[in-house]
C-alpha cells in the first residue's frame, strides 16, 4: 500500500485495508510519502515494489496529490500487480467480449456485483441503470453488468429527465456523489440498490456536527426498494473484500496455480 500525504480519509482507508489483510493472513507492506514527494520519488517506489518477488500486489491509495499525474502514476504498475484493476489492460480485457479475462477487477464495481448476487437476483434480461461514469465505478460496473447480460444505462450530469430513466430500472447502481440525491419516488418497486455515495451531510445535532450519506436518500428508498446497501457499511467493506480476493488471486497467478 503506498499512500502519499496525511490525509485523513485516505489514511483511515488505508488503516481499513491493512486491519482486513492482517484478519485474513496476507503480509501487508507500508510504503508512506509526504505530501510533497515528487512525481519521480513515487515512480522510484512502484518501480522498486514492481521488482520485489515477495510482492504480489501493489495499491496506490487515491486521490494522489494534485502536482502529481495520477494516470501516469497507475501506468507504471506491473498488470500483473494491479490490485485496484486500473490498468488498460485490465479494463481493456474487461470491457472486451471474448478474450482474455482481466487478472483483476475494479475493487468498487466488483463489490457492487457481489452484493447484487448475493440477494439473489437474476441479472440477464433486467433493466440496470449506473448513475455516473467514472473510470473508477460507473465505467467498470456498467461493464461488468453487461457481461451478466443485463440492459444497462448509464446516466450522469447531461442526461434529461433522469428520474424518468431511473425509474425503468429493476437495479441501480449509485455513483455520482451527490448527498441523497437518487430519490425515493424515482425507483420501481422491488429494484434493487447498490448506493456507493459517501457524503457527509450537516447535522448539528451530532457530536462531530455531520453524519455519512450515500447518494440514494435511504429513508424512503428502503421502504422501496427489495433490498438496499447501507451507508456506510454496505459497499465500503465489500470494496476491501475485492480487493484481498484481487490480491490472491494475483497471487495464484504468480505462481502459475488456477485463479
Not at 58 to 78: C, F, N, T
Not at 216 to 243: K, N, Q
Request: charged share 20%.
Amino acid at each position: 500500500v503506498v499512500l502519499v500525504g496525511a490525509r485523513l480519509d485516505s489514511a483511515t482507508y488505508v488503516r481499513m485495508k491493512k486491519r482486513a489483510a492482517a484478519e485474513v493472513g496476507l503480509h501487508s507492506v507500508d510504503v508512506a510519502l509526504a505530501a510533497d514527494a515528487t512525481q519521480r520519488e513515487l515512480l522510484a517506489e512502484i518501480e522498486r515494489l514492481n521488482a520485489d518477488a515477495s510482492v504480489h500486489a501493489i495499491l496506490v491509495q487515491l486521490p494522489l496529490p494534485k502536482h502529481i499525474d495520477e494516470s501516469a502514476v497507475l501506468g507504471a504498475i506491473r498488470v500483473e500487480k494491479d490490485a485496484d484493476g486500473f490498468s488498460a489492460l485490465n479494463i481493456g480485457n474487461l470491457c472486451l467480449r471474448g478474450g482474455d479475462a482481466p487478472l483483476a477487477l475494479p475493487c468498487t464495481p466488483a463489490g457492487c456485483v457481489e452484493l447484487i448476487r448475493r440477494t439473489g437476483t437474476a441479472v440477464a434480461g433486467k433493466d440496470a441503470v449506473v448513475i455516473g461514469r467514472s473510470n473508477i465505478v460507473g465505467m467498470p460496473v456498467a461493464a461488468l453488468l453487461q457481461a451478466m447480460d443485463a440492459t444497462v444505462t448509464v446516466c450522469h450530469s447531461r442526461t434529461v429527465d433522469m428520474p424518468r430513466v431511473v425509474a425503468r430500472a429493476d437495479i441501480v447502481v449509485a455513483a455520482i456523489g451527490r448527498a441523497e440525491f437518487v430519490k425515493a419516488e424515482w425507483l420501481k418497486p422491488g429494484c434493487v440498490v447498490i448506493d456507493v455515495g459517501i457524503n457527509r451531510k450537516d447535522a448539528p445535532e451530532r457530536k462531530a456536527g455531520y453524519k455519512l450519506v450515500g447518494d440514494v436518500d435511504y429513508e424512503g428508498a428502503a421502504r422501496v426498494a427489495s433490498a438496499i446497501t447501507p451507508v456506510p457499511g454496505g459497499v465500503g467493506p465489500m470494496t476491501i473484500a475485492m480487493l484481498l480476493f484481487n490480491t490472491v488471486n494475483l497471487a495464484r497467478h504468480a505462481r502459475g496455480l488456477p485463479p
